[in-house]
C-alpha cells in the first residue's frame, strides 16, 4: 500500500550520522542596479554598484541518521533548492559546517552536461562521468539506462531532437545508476507520463528498503507521507519545525493556503454590528444574494473540533458550520440549510433542517436563530466554499435569504486520490489459488 511508510516507519539503526550540518548560513548579494550593456559601462566606468543582501539560509541546523528518508519541505524561496545545493556543493556557505559521510549522489539539476548535438550514449557517458561513475562504468550501464529510460528507439538521435520529457527521462535514469550512499533530491518525481513516474516511486522505495540515506526536496505531501521518515520544514531561510511527517505536511498545507487567505470579516455585505461573541466568519467574495428579506443572515462562521472559529479544517477532524439570523417578519416552519462547494463549483455536500424535522417552529420579529450542521470534514484537500441560506416551507422553493458562497474555509490534508471527497473506507482485495493448468 502506498501510506505503509506513515504506517510501519522503519527504526533507523544506531549508527553515527550521515549527514550533520551545524548552523549553516548563507547570503546572497544582490545588485540593485545592474549593468547590461558594454556602452552603459563605458559611459559609466566609476559607477559603484550598490547591493541588497538576502539572507536564503540562516542558523540551519540538524542531522541526517545513515539510511533514513529525509523530507524537506517549504514554500517557494524558503531554501529547500538552497540547502541541497550547500550540501553538494554547488554553492560555498558563508558560516557554519556541513559533514556528509560517504559517496555522494545529486538529483538537483538533471542533464547538466548534456550535449544537445550528440546522440544518447556519448551523453549518457559525459553525463555519468559528472555524476561520479567512470566512463567504462558509464558505458556498462548504458543498456540498464535505455531500458529505464524507454528511449531504445531514439537512441541515435541527437539529443536537440528529444522532447524536454525525454531529455530529463534519460537524465533520471543516468542518476540511479549511480552507486552513493548519500542521496540529494530536488523534485524530480514529475518527470514523463504517469506510467514513468510510477517507475521512479518503485526507484525510491527500492532505495528507501535498501537503507540509502536520502535528503528529498519536494512539494508532494503525498510523496512525503509515502517515502519518508522524517521531514523538515523551511520557512524564510529557517527550520521551522522538524519530526513527523503528518505534522509536517499539515502544517506544510495550512502556511500555504493562509497566505491568500481573505481578511476576516462577516459573512454578509454586512450589517453595521460587529460580530457577536468575538465570532470571526471566514467570507469568499464574490456574493450573490437573493430572498424576499423577512430574516437576515447577519454572521457565518467555520469551527473547528475545539468549537474555535478557523480559516483550516483538517481531514478526518469534525467541523461545524454555524450561522446566525436575525428575523424580521413572523415566519412559520422556515427551513434552513447549507451547501458546500468546491473551486469548480462542483456541489460536494447539502444538508438542511428536513433531514431532523419538518417542522422548526414560529418565529417571531425581532429574534435571532442560529443554525448549524456538524460533520466529519471529507474533503479532498484545497478550499471549500459554503452557500447558508433560509427558505419558506411548503411547496416550491421560496427564498428567505440567501447568500451564495459566502462562507469559505481550506481542507487541509495529504489525501487526495482524485475525487472531491475522501469517504471513510476499506480497500481490500483476495486472491483464489490455481486449481489446475490454464485453458489452451
Known sequence: MSTAASRYPRTVPETPPAVVVDDLNKVFRIPKDQVHTFKERALHPFRRTSYRHFQALEGISFSVPRGEFLGIVGRNGSGKSTLLKCLAGIYRPDSGRIFVDGRLSTFIELGVGFNPDLAALDNVVINGVMLGLTPSQARERYERILDFSELHDFQELKLKNYSSGMQVRLAFSVAIQVDADVMLIDEVLAVG???FQQKCFD?????????????????DMGSVIRFCDRAILLEQGRIRQIGD?????NEYLEMNFSRDEEPQQAAVAMADDPPADGKAPVAAPPRTRFGDGKAEIVEAWVENEHGEPSRTVRQGRPCRLVVRAHVHEPLENPIFGVTFEDT???????????TVTERTGAFAPGEVVEFSAAFENAFAPGRI???PALAHGGGGVKWIDRMERSVSFISTGVESHGGLVNLPHDFAWTKTPATGSPAR
Open 193 to 195: 507520463d504517469a506510467a
Open 245 to 249: 511527517v503528518h505534522d509536517i505536511s
Open 385 to 387: 466554499y459554503a452557500t
Open 344 to 354: 469548480e463549483r462542483h456541489p460536494l455536500f447539502a444538508t438542511n433542517s428536513l
Open 203 to 219: 526507484v525510491f522505495g527500492r532505495l528507501r528498503d535498501e537503507g540509502k540515506t536520502i535528503m528529498f526536496v519536494t512539494h
